[in-house]
């Protein structure tokens, strides 16, 4: 292994580091790149997805790496992402490399496990700890690069754990993985407003700021009623700064006209977005995002395959748009409460389920999410009057809404009304083509729901109310 040097293209400074047969070893106080702390008494690591920002946990047992899943970890299916150590007193930083051009999967497999044993493997206590924070990035690597799942080994002295992975990116013949020092999604908001001084330079597309009305050239006077004259740049992005679902207070001055702005600060969804991908993955990731529940993120990507991707994809890209995602921009405190909410379905916590899904859509009546998550549990409550109610209302605030049109026909099926389902599922399939496919996918949801819904303490006081109800001597006239 060489010792090698270059020149941090952001900042300038110089970064050293070891480089072996594939991967290099950075070691640098340079500040653009991650920085993580090594401890020899450390056992466990919590990192975070650059995909989602949720958490990564991390176990070190050995030499092998478990990932820990908790009820709010990360579920990205395997993404191209990049994972953060990020405690932010850490005294280096670590960057792993993988630049060669496999000929197959296979192959670039087995040389990354080879590179593992060889320059990765455990030799002291010291090293032992720094093994555990490389090796994990090492293993994503290996999901990225593979076509299919795959099967790879975390290797230990005494056995080795087999471990499987789904990716959700095709194979790329050039990967480069970087740990980059970020905040999780969850500390740090931002408006979507880029400033040079107190100019407006740019206003991101999918954020805050883009749909304030809000205009490149605008002179910022005041934030929160306090002037920014004589302020930096960065104290100014700071002062813009802070946590999702905050509001802040903006003046500006647009042709010698004072205007006022407020933004509700957001997720800042180009912090994490993935560089140079292909249309398809970006419309892969747009479908991942969807499901995560993170609509405006998902029309970003969606929007990046529809722009870049050959008509098939520009075709699917715009259907998806249109059909599967709500009409407008979703605010961060509406997509929480809406993904409360759906959590609570899954965890078949009925009322608070209830409780938060109407205040959802008190609070958001124009948003369609949540009177889909309302009108599954009326199905689920055997309620499916409720159910087309809510979901006639949804219509008609988003005709195009394909997901609201599939629920409405299976509840009008399971009501008996099968004239009314049939007509209701074609006008999805006329907007969506792949909407038969999709109705599979939420009648196969409802199932799993219907079965935790049965086995339910919520049905069980129900059920016991019924009985003794039913067991009341009726009165003599």
């Known amino acids: 292994m060489d010792q090698t040097s270059e020149t941090c293209v952001k900042c300038g400074k110089p970064k050293t580091g070891t480089k072996g047969a594939t991967i290099t070893q950075w070691v640098s106080l340079c500040q653009c790149d991650a920085l993580i702390q090594s401890s ?8 975070w997805c650059q995909l989602c920002g949720k958490k990564v946990e991390t176990k070190r047992q050995g030499s092998m790496t478990q990932w820990i899943f908790r009820e709010n970890s990360c579920r990205c299916e395997f993404p191209q992402v990049v994972i953060t150590s990020a405690p932010p007193s850490a005294p280096h930083s670590v960057v792993v490399r993988k630049l060669a051009e496999p000929a197959d999967d296979k192959k670039a497999l087995l ?3 080879a590179v593992i ?13 720094t093994v555990f924070k490389i090796t994990s990035v090492v293993a994503l690597l290996v999901a990225v690069i593979t076509i299919t799942s795959i099967t790879f080994l975390m290797l230990n002295e005494n056995k080795a754990e087999k471990v499987s992975i789904q990716p959700a990116i095709p194979s790329a013949n050039a990967v480069e993985l970087e740990l980059t020092q970020r905040p999780p999604a969850d500390v740090v908001g931002s408006t979507g407003l880029t400033t040079g001084g107190c100019k407006i330079t740019e206003v991101k597309r999918f954020t805050p700021a883009s749909i304030t009305g809000i205009a490149i050239g605008d002179e910022i006077l005041m934030i929160d009623g306090v002037s920014v ?3 930096s740049t960065e104290s100014i992005a700071q002062r813009l700064s802070g946590s999702p679902g905050t509001e802040v207070a903006i003046s500006v001055s647009r042709s010698g006209k004072e205007l006022k702005f407020t933004i509700e600060r957001d997720e800042n969804i180009y ?7 292909a249309p398809e993955q970006y419309l892969k990731l747009g479908t991942t995002d969807r499901l995560m529940g993170r609509p405006n993120r998902s029309r970003m990507l969606l929007t990046l395959a529809k722009e870049r991707g050959e008509r098939r994809v520009q075709e699917q890209a715009t259907q998806d748009i249109e059909t599967l995602l709500p009409k407008d921009f979703v605010p ?3 997509r929480k409460l809406n993904n409360e909410a759906h959590d609570l379905l899954v965890a078949a916590a009925y009322k608070t389920c209830v409780v938060q ?3 959802c859509i008190e609070k958001y009546p124009s948003f369609e999410c949540p009177y889909i998550t309302l009108a599954q549990f009326y199905l689920l409550d055997d309620k499916p009057d409720r159910a087309e109610e809510l979901l006639h209302k949804l219509i008609s605030i988003n005709p195009k809404f394909v997901d609201g049109w599939i629920l409405l026909s299976i509840v009008q099926d399971v009501a008996g009304d099968k004239s009314a389902a049939t007509r209701s599922m074609e006008r999805a399939v006329s907007i969506n083509s792949r909407a038969k496919r999709r109705r599979e996918e939420i009648t196969e949801i409802m199932e799993i729901y219907e079965n935790d819904f049965q086995s339910s303490s919520y049905v069980s006081v129900y059920k016991r109310q019924a009985q003794r109800h039913s067991k009341r ?3 003599q006239k």
Do not use: Y
């Open 271 to 277: 912090d994490r977005l993935p560089e140079s991908l």
């Open 117 to 129: 044993q060889q320059e990765f493997e455990p030799k002291d206590e010291k090293r032992n700890t």
């Open 111 to 113: 040389d990354l496990q």
């Open 40 to 47: 020899t008494t450390e056992e466990e690591a919590i990192e």
């Open 473 to 475: 001597p009726t009165k």
């Open 229 to 231: 004259k004589g302020e």
């Open 332 to 334: 961060f405190e509406a």
């Open 357 to 359: 899904a109407k205040e």
